[in-house]
T-cell receptor, first 112, second 111 residues
């Protein structure tokens, strides 16, 4: 079992650019959540996808959008990058609401 | 809106000692999680606590949940250096699936 996999592992972007991060959930899991973790802080919930729809959203602007594909994998898109978007982006998967959340290794995004 | 507070935020202790990390939460949470994070790494699930009075133990770590007090604790027994990490608690607010995390407890265990 590969667990939750994310790509890329590291990324450097320029302010104003757009970025797409990818996540493949753990086998058997159908729900994907995205979190942003700034340095020295706890992760913050961005949104969650289930059945290819955004089911819940945290307190993040519309610049943050996502998608879930029929195979349950997911993308996180961030437009008009700001320096403050620099963070570790974590993807977590669950099986509906039943199981505990398993996290991927994260994507470290640096905006310069 | 669920709020989660951990304390202490920073803890330096010696090997062999016992200590407890506290996690208070503001509203009903249908489950409480404890995660470990090593520097530059992702989150490793330690415990999921589902009901009042739940107690789980793994090695030198023991977690408990008191839903009436809205309090969870992570107790470390006879600490060893390998337990040095940042520990997060997280709750799942009523009806919501996204986790709300505390700020984390940065634990350093000195030989």
């Amino acid at each position: 079992d590969a667990g939750v996999t994310q790509s890329p592992t590291h990324l450097i972007k320029t302010r104003g650019q757009q970025v797409t991060l990818r996540c493949s959930p753990k086998s058997g899991h159908d729900t994907v959540s995205w979190y942003q973790q700034a340095l020295g802080q706890g992760p913050q919930f961005i949104f969650q996808y289930y059945e290819e729809e955004e089911r819940q959203r945290g307190n993040f602007p519309d610049r943050f959008s996502g998608h879930q594909f029929p195979n349950y994998s997911s993308e996180l898109n961030v437009n008009a990058l700001l320096l403050g978007d620099s963070a570790l982006y974590l993807c977590a998967s669950t099986r509906s609401r039943v199981t505990e959340a398993f996290f991927g290794q994260g994507t470290r995004l640096t905006v310069v | 809106e669920l709020k989660v507070e951990q304390n202490p935020l920073f803890l330096s202790m010696q090997e062999g000692k016992n200590y407890t990390i506290y996690c208070n939460y503001s509203t009903t949470s249908d489950r409480l999680y404890w995660y470990r994070q090593d520097p530059g790494k992702s989150l490793e699930s330690l415990f999921v606590l589902l009901s009042n009075g739940a107690v789980k133990q793994e090695g030198r770590l023991m977690a408990s949940l008191d839903t009436k007090a809205r309090l969870s604790t992570l107790h470390i027994t006879a600490a060893v250096h390998d337990l040095s990490a940042t520990y997060f608690c997280a709750g799942s607010g009523g009806g919501a699936d996204g986790l709300t995390f505390g700020k984390g407890t940065h634990l350093i265990i000195q030989p």
